[in-house]
């Protein structure tokens, strides 16, 4: 069996040719994220209306980041809140942690529930394009039904929500 090569260096993932018997595989390795579902109050969720250079377009999302080195996802997750949104939580939670594309990349995403939000100034990264957009949650599911959601991450971090979380 062939080593792994690193055939990328980037500055959030590298690419690392691995090999599945005989067949190569180029894999993305990604440090994990940390996804927020921000709960304003009981009905309402802070989305962060996002550009995404990828796909030229600004995306409702929920806020998120890429874990920082020896980072507990937990610490991402509360950090990127008040980052991206300028909300301090005072409880986070985990909902739930999926692989969002397994067959290309090992990243990891945690999505955290954060509750008791208090409004302080958002820290956002230079060049980010953000802002924050308050909608209920009935309005958020109609987003997702009628594809104004249409980012993965903030889909399965709401319906996760919805189903397993909400009716508790």
């Not at 260096?9 to 440090?31: A, K, L, S, T």
């Amino acid at each position: 069996m062939k080593s792994p090569k690193t055939v990328f260096e980037g500055i959030r993932f590298n690419i690392e040719r691995v090999w599945q018997g005989e067949r190569p595989r180029d894999v993305m390795r990604h440090p994990g994220a940390a996804v927020i579902l921000p709960l304003v109050d009981a009905e309402h969720v802070c989305l962060i209306k996002n550009y995404r250079i990828a796909v030229d377009q600004t995306l409702f999302e929920l806020p998120a980041g890429t874990l920082e080195p020896n980072e507990p996802p937990e610490i991402t997750a509360g950090r990127e809140l008040q980052e991206e949104t300028g909300y301090q939580a005072d409880k986070i939670e985990l909902l739930t942690v999926y692989y969002p594309s397994p067959g290309v990349m090992d990243e990891k995403m945690y999505t955290y529930l954060a509750t008791g939000l208090t409004m302080y100034a958002p820290a956002r990264e230079e060049g980010e394009e953000i802002e924050n957009h308050i909608v209920s949650l009935t309005e958020a599911k109609a987003m997702i039904r009628d594809g104004r959601i249409a980012d993965g991450k903030t889909i399965a971090g709401l319906l996760y929500y919805f189903q397993f979380q909400q009716a508790r």
